[in-house]
């Protein structure tokens, strides 16, 4: 027989066997007689264990496919627990704000630091509020934590701020245990000293720095920070005591402006001397 | 296929269905048209192989008290499977032949005992050990005595 042909003739052998196989058992598994369904259930079991392997395959393969799922997924939670912590941390730093505005007795005015220049990007802020919102030049800026500087240039809508760092100007300040009043000064980076104080005065690391509100431009008792050290340092204004203030000022992202004292004489002390810049 | 096997086949199903429950050795139920349906694939090819163990195993169901289709599935692979695995001039010596029936035999008595078994609670192996593996031995000695009678003739195995 031709190659061809025993071909053809094995196709049709197959075929037809194939063919009374699959009768058979349509005919069998729907056979009401007993045992049937027995046999249908060992029939079952025994293309189950068969599939075993199958399915551990395409439990491996889920398993992969789940693993691609997981990860986008923890990929996602992790972006948006980082949103939560964020906001999480504006809420907090926005709660202190809020509870500040409602405890202060000054009338201020809420902004934002749009943009930040000077000594590593603590000296002067831009912020969101200006001559519109009430800010006149010399208007104290704050934080919860303490002071942050003064406005030093108004916008209508925006204003300019210098903070303690690179300041040219000092603070009037006190102790806030023996009220001696003394003037702050930058002196360097991450450096202020406290000067200007009597000699033989009683000054502890830890004495809270507050303002003494004797310049006119800083309302009396905004926290500032404390002294760090007993002993005193020789500097160009004389005995000095290192102070460091509350105000991270590299991380500051939103501030009160003080848009009204409180005074009943608004001007009162305008013309007193000012304190002298730094040289 | 000739006329000659066609009515072998027919005595043989009648010798089956009517005969089949009486004649028993212990728990061993031979099967009469096993060792044809063998003989049929070996002698016409795997077509009428399969074609005779379709027909009779349905027929033998249908007489019997076996679900239909299950003698058909065992003696159409019987009939199908007994021409492809042979090799050069099965019926010139015994043991092929022998083997060959033994092994459908099996394969037969494996499928009926796992219906009875499950259809009556039972153990699968006891049963099949028991009753199963003696029917096929019984077969098979039938086949072996199909060999030997006049019914195989020698002219078969030059094809």
Redesign the interface.
């Known amino acids: 027989m031709p190659a061809h042909n025993r071909k053809v003739?094995g196709n049709?052998?197959w075929t037809?066997?194939l063919l009374?196989?699959a009768?058979?058992?349509?005919?069998?598994?729907t056979?009401p007689?007993?045992?049937?369904r027995?046999?249908k259930?060992?029939t079952s079991e025994i293309i189950g264990v068969a599939a075993t392997p199958l399915q551990f395959v395409r439990k491996i393969f889920n398993i992969w496919l789940d693993h691609d799922l997981l990860r986008k997924h923890a990929q996602n939670l992790s972006t948006e627990n980082s949103e939560l912590r964020d906001a999480l941390i504006e809420n907090q730093r926005l709660r202190g704000m809020l509870n500040m505005q409602e405890r202060l007795p000054f009338q201020t005015v809420p902004a934002s630091v749009i943009s930040a220049v000077g000594p590593a990007l603590g000296g002067q802020y831009r912020i969101s509020t200006g001559a519109l919102a009430g800010v006149t030049i010399n208007s104290a800026v704050i934080t919860p934590l303490g002071l942050v500087g003064k406005v030093i240039e108004t916008t209508d809508h925006t204003s300019l701020v210098q903070t303690l760092v690179g300041n040219s100007y000092g603070v009037a300040v006190m102790l806030e245990r023996t009220r001696m009043r003394g003037i702050l000064r930058w002196t360097g980076i991450d450096r202020w000293t406290l000067s200007g104080l009597p000699t033989g005065v009683d000054v502890k690391p830890g004495d809270l720095v507050i303002t003494a509100g004797t310049g006119a431009v800083f309302p009396k008792g905004l926290r500032v920070g404390v002294v760090t050290d007993e002993s005193s340092v020789i500097s160009t204004y004389g005995e000095s005591w290192i102070v460091q203030p509350f105000v991270e000022f590299r991380s500051v992202e939103d501030v009160f402006v003080i848009i009204s004292t409180g005074w009943l004489e608004p001007n009162a002390g305008a013309n007193d001397p000012q304190i002298e810049p730094n040289p | 296929m000739n006329f000659r096997l066609i009515l072998v086949a027919v005595i043989l199903l009648i010798l089956q269905a009517g005969l089949g429950p009486i004649i028993t050795l212990g728990d061993a139920r031979p099967s009469f048209l096993l060792p044809f349906v063998v003989y049929v694939g070996l002698r016409e090819g795997s077509l009428w192989g399969t074609v005779a163990g379709f027909v009779l195993g349905l027929s033998i169901d249908s007489l019997g008290q076996l679900p239909l289709g299950m003698s058909a599935v065992a003696l159409s692979t019987a009939g199908f499977f007994s021409a492809r695995l042979s090799k050069d001039d099965p019926f010139r010596l015994w043991w092929p032949w022998t083997v060959l029936v033994l092994l459908f035999a099996i394969l037969l008595e494996v499928l009926r005992m796992l219906l009875l078994a499950r259809a009556n609670s039972l153990p699968f192996f006891p049963v099949l050990f028991s009753s199963g593996l003696p029917s096929a031995a019984a077969t098979t000695v039938l086949a072996i005595l199909w060999f030997l009678s006049p019914l195989h003739s020698r002219e078969d195995s030059v094809r």
Do not use: A, R
């Not at chain 1, 009768?23 to 598994?29: F, G």
């Open positions: 003739s049709i052998e037809v066997y009374c196989m009768v058979s058992l349509v005919l069998l598994l056979s007689k007993p045992g049937v027995e046999l259930d060992s």
